[in-house]
């Protein structure tokens, strides 16, 4: 099922997959979040100040490299032996795209890595095409992750595709 095969988001201001209210998280820690900080002007921004909170770098992938890929999300280890990411986004992609592209690496690899670990060439690769949001997985916690940063979009979830070879 595609998108664009969806015709209700949202049940009043409750995700239609899960029933968890939809709203702005900002503002509901103890703590001030970095969703809050006022020099992040748009989603995508807020989306790369989380990422960079729980050690995933977001890096652009040149679009002649990046191909049919939206993005692809590696894992890897760092010198202290602790895990961490890169989500590389194409950077031919428009604004809402890359928005939702850097949710749904950021989300694979939070909710996924050891699955990412085991793909061949050692990272997983995701198509520029959404899929619908229709049941609890990485795409749906991406949704949920872009809506909190300010982006409103039916869905975050794509097709995870083969690597291409070297």
Same mark, same amino acid.
């Given at each position: 099922?595609?998108?664009?095969?969806?015709?209700? %988001?949202?049940?009043?201001?409750?995700?239609?997959?899960?029933?968890?209210?939809?709203?702005?998280?900002?503002?509901?820690?103890?703590?001030?979040?970095?969703?809050?900080?006022?020099?992040?002007?748009?989603?995508?921004?807020?989306?790369?100040?989380?990422?960079?909170?729980?050690?995933?770098?977001?890096?652009?992938?040149?679009?002649?490299?990046?191909?049919?890929?939206?993005?692809?999300?590696?894992?890897?280890?760092?010198?202290?032996?602790?895990?961490?990411?890169?989500?590389?986004?194409?950077?031919?992609? %428009?604004?809402?795209?890359?928005?939702?592209?850097?949710?749904?690496?950021?989300?694979?690899?939070?909710?996924?890595?050891?699955?990412?670990?085991?793909?061949?060439?050692?990272?997983?690769?995701?198509?520029?095409?959404?899929?619908?949001?229709?049941?609890?997985?990485?795409?749906?916690?991406?949704?949920?992750?872009?809506?909190?940063?300010?982006?409103?979009?039916?869905?975050?979830?794509?097709?995870?595709?083969?690597?291409?070879?070297?």
């Amino acid at each position: 099922m595609t998108v664009e095969n969806i015709s209700e %988001d949202f049940n009043g201001d409750v995700c239609r997959v899960c029933r968890v209210p939809m709203g702005n998280l900002s503002g509901h820690a103890h703590e001030e979040s970095v969703i809050d900080d006022p020099t992040l002007t748009t989603p995508a921004a807020r989306l790369r100040a989380v990422a960079a909170k729980v050690g995933v770098d977001v890096i652009d992938a040149p679009g002649e490299i990046a191909g049919d890929a939206a993005g692809a999300v590696i894992t890897g280890f760092d010198e202290k032996g602790e895990l961490h990411g890169i989500v590389a986004v194409a950077e031919d992609l %428009d604004d809402g795209l890359r928005t939702d592209a850097i949710a749904f690496g950021l989300a694979t690899f939070v909710s996924e890595p050891e699955r990412i670990m085991a793909a061949p060439e050692g990272f997983l690769v995701f198509s520029r095409d959404r899929l619908a949001d229709t049941e609890p997985g990485p795409g749906h916690l991406a949704r949920h992750m872009a809506f909190s940063c300010g982006r409103e979009t039916r869905s975050a979830t794509f097709e995870i595709m083969d690597a291409p070879n070297p």
